[in-house]
């Protein structure tokens, strides 16, 4: 099993950068694609990124060429770099392994002023 833990959210103003931080433990030699998804109030989660064992990466199109997804595998840790934030991004975000199915972290709160 997998632990996450995420670190680096707040509030910021529209046009800002935050970067996220998530930190991997447990049975981590198992983790392949691991992701960020996040929740606005009222809404479903929605998948933002997803980056595989070997550096490959997608992303959500309202996200594109703003948010960069990236890990470090010797320190169990995955990172989401948000740039040019604006008020949609408003939302829990989620740490993920293993797909929808798999380990969650406890999620950080991500505000984003007009």
């Known amino acids: 099993q997998v632990q996450l833990v995420e670190s680096g959210g707040g509030l910021v103003q529209a046009g800002g950068s935050l970067r996220l931080s998530c930190v991997a433990s447990g049975t981590i030699f198992s983790i392949n694609v691991m992701g960020w998804y996040r929740q606005a109030p009222g809404k479903q989660r929605e998948l933002v990124a997803i980056i595989t064992n070997n550096g490959r990466t997608n992303y959500a199109d309202s996200v594109k060429g703003r948010f960069t997804i990236s890990r470090d595998n010797a320190k169990h840790t995955m990172y989401l770099q948000m740039n040019s934030l604006n008020p949609e991004d408003t939302a829990v975000y989620y740490c993920?392994?293993?797909?929808?199915?798999?380990?969650w972290g406890q999620g950080t709160q991500v505000t984003v002023s007009s």
């Open positions: 993920n392994s293993g797909g929808p199915i798999g380990s």
